[in-house]
């Protein structure tokens, strides 16, 4: 692929957006090549992913300005489409996905932290949907996932000003769950998908599954989701090992590692 970079380590991969001299910026190749690659993602032995941008200076500055200058209003509409899609693919991917931010987050680069499971970054990001002073709106889900995340009223004040903040806000106010060096950054992201991977993966699967559907339906219908989900894990050899292990009073014996079953 010309601008994704894919690495395994273990149970862990990682998706490196390689376009460094346009800030790692989203246009139609990138995306069509995130998705090949999300698609090729092998979920019998990869148990977490994590998303992060070349360079130290940008995770994605955005969407392609270039490229959307001059599309039309159906145009504009399949490029929203196609961001979406690709988007959506992260955010329903049935393993846990960490953005790494690295620097900028703009536009199409917050809406993509957005689509990730957790966003830890480092204290250079910056983050922020600027389409408003284009004379656009976000496109890629901005308007509805950082309404999700932060409040509402809190999104509507970032999107309507078009004001970017800093790592230190983003972390104030719910749109990162921690703040590292840079150089602390992907060891970080790493340990912490290295912890995800050791668990249960058919438990992690299944609670990602639960905390996004149960969020778009009301509390009836979500612990309907729960219930199954949570009846789903019995009868696997996970459950069976997990279980007895922990009923085991001679634990002298190293714990194995789960299987994917």
């Known amino acids: 692929m010309e601008f994704i970079l894919y690495e395994v380590k273990g149970a862990v991969a990682t998706i490196t957006i390689n376009r460094e001299r346009a800030l790692n910026a989203l246009n139609s190749t990138v995306l069509d090549e995130l998705n090949a690659c999300l698609d090729a993602v092998d979920l019998d032995t990869v148990r977490c992913l994590i998303l992060t ?3 130290v200076k940008s995770f994605v500055a955005g969407a392609d300005i270039g490229e959307m200058s001059s599309l039309t209003k159906a145009e504009g509409e399949a490029f929203g489409k196609k ?12 393993i846990p996905v960490i953005a790494a931010i ?4 703009l536009g199409g680069g917050c ?10 970054c480092s204290d250079n990001a910056v983050f922020g949907q600027p389409e408003v002073g284009l004379g656009i709106t976000p ?3 901005g308007t509805q996932r950082l309404a999700r995340l932060v409040g509402a009223g809190m999104a509507k004040q970032m999107i309507y000003t078009a004001r970017n903040i800093k790592a230190d806000e983003a972390l ?25 991977a050791k668990n249960a993966p058919i438990a992690v ?6 905390i996004n559907e149960g969020l778009d339906v009301d509390m009836d219908q979500a612990i309907v989701i729960e219930e199954k989900l949570f009846g789903d894990c019995f009868e696997t050899e996970d459950q069976k090992y997990g279980m007895a292990f922990f009923l085991d009073k001679n634990k002298e014996k190293v714990k194995e590692p789960f299987k994917n079953c």
């Open 102 to 105: 690295n620097g900028f987050a």
């Open 111 to 120: 809406e993509i932290a957005m689509s990730c499971d957790i966003r830890i």
């Open 205 to 210: 699967r299944n609670c990602k599954k639960a």
């Open 172 to 196: 104030r106010i719910g749109l990162v769950n921690a703040i590292y060096t840079q150089e602390e950054l992907i060891p970080a992201a790493e340990k912490m998908a290295a912890g995800i």
């Open 83 to 94: 961001g979406n899609d690709v988007f959506r693919k992260l955010e329903t991917f049935p």
């Open 139 to 141: 496109g890629f889900g």
């Open 53 to 55: 941008g070349a360079g």
